[in-house]
């Protein structure tokens, strides 16, 4: 399953984050970010995306933020547009998209 979502923070940057789900054996699958802020390094964005494939699907969109400001700050990455909070708030609700859809019998 896949879920979209795509939120405007606080100063009008975008934000847009898909996520694959697979309901079978409640894995997080990939996770895609992408939008009009900037991240320093740009490869950094693939990091962002990692750490949240590996999460758990019950983790909350606080302990998701700690564990994105902890990946930042050991890496010296810079966010321009986006926080922390803001990636964790729209990879929740693109998670919780993709939950919501219906599983059709095969």
């Keep these: 399953m896949q879920g979209v979502h795509t939120e405007k ?49 019950k983790d909350s969109e606080e302990s998701i933020a700690a564990a994105l400001s902890r990946l930042i700050e050991d890496e010296g990455a810079e966010l321009v547009g986006i926080t922390p909070e803001s990636i964790a708030k729209t990879f929740r609700n693109a998670l919780a998209n993709a939950i919501a859809q219906p599983v059709l019998p095969q």
């Design 9 to 57: 923070v606080p100063g009008g940057k975008l934000v847009r984050m898909k996520v694959d789900f697979n309901p079978e054996g409640g894995l997080i699958e990939d996770v895609q970010m992408q939008g009009d802020f900037f991240i320093h390094p740009e490869e950094f964005v693939e990091n962002i995306e990692q750490l949240l494939v590996n999460l758990d699907q």
